[in-house]
């Protein structure tokens, strides 16, 4: 099953240096989520064939105007392509009359606006695949990240038993929850024998905006991936903990002390336009980083 991170926008407040700005589409087993919408989103994954359509779920960081201000457009465009399906916007308190009031018609599709307590870390969302938690971030207004954790799978059957046993297709969904297989000799083959273990549920964490907190290391611990802002280097310490921001060096203490798999820096200032000093910053800390790169699928 697919577990694919697209970053739409890695920059922070303004587009520089063809960055823009933050937005992310998580494509798990083809349930695509949107993860913030800054100015441009609807025009991003036009532009890297994301199928906007298939968006059903929205999260919404804080009410910074970098990660929401491309919203009204993308619903409005919804309208116009005759979207039918219910929208779901999740977000701390205060954007819904901040939408509505862009629209004096109705669009023709449901939005449910879901207000959370960035404070808390609980579950947001779960369909069959995946639970969405919050992560309570701190930063200058209300603001949480989130995590995506994928549902464990059921056993894989084993192929070549299925053709030793002349298992029918009718047992296979029982076997797989359990069940033991019954010969028409009348052997009982364990379930055991029958399948292998799914592989280990993937996960991947997004959290921007914030200032340096540990606290937020449980919530994050051995992740698959982590998208963490890395919006000044270390040399602008005193201003990344005045305006609540993260440095490179503080994003990677964070995922070294998580024990995550790996580190994508992002939201970065407009004052960089070579990015390499915040890579090679983070690597001294933690050697599995990355920098967020847009358009270009990250397989967890
Ligand atoms: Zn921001
Ligand atoms: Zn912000």
Partial sequence: M????TILGSNSASPAFGRHLSSQVLN???NFFLIDCGDGTQNRMMNFKVKATKINQIFISHLHGDHFFGLVGLLMSYGLNNRKEPLHIYSPPGLKPIVEIQFNHELGYPIFFHETNPEKH???FENTSVKVFSIPLVHRVPCHGFLFVEKRRPPNMIKEKILEYQIPFNKI???KKGANFITKDQR????KELTKPASEPRSFAYCSDTEFSKEIIPF????DLLYHEATFM???LEMASKTKHTTAKQAAIIAKEAAVKKLVLGHFSSRYSDLTPLLSEARTVFENTILATEGIPIVI
């Fill in 2 to 5: 697919k577990f694919e991170l």
């Fill in 28 to 30: 798990i087993g083809q």
């Fill in 173 to 175: 969904k029982d076997i």
């Fill in 122 to 124: 609980v579950l947001l």
């Fill in 220 to 223: 994050i611990s051995g992740v």
């Fill in 234 to 236: 270390h040399d602008l």
């Fill in 188 to 191: 009982v083959i364990l379930h």
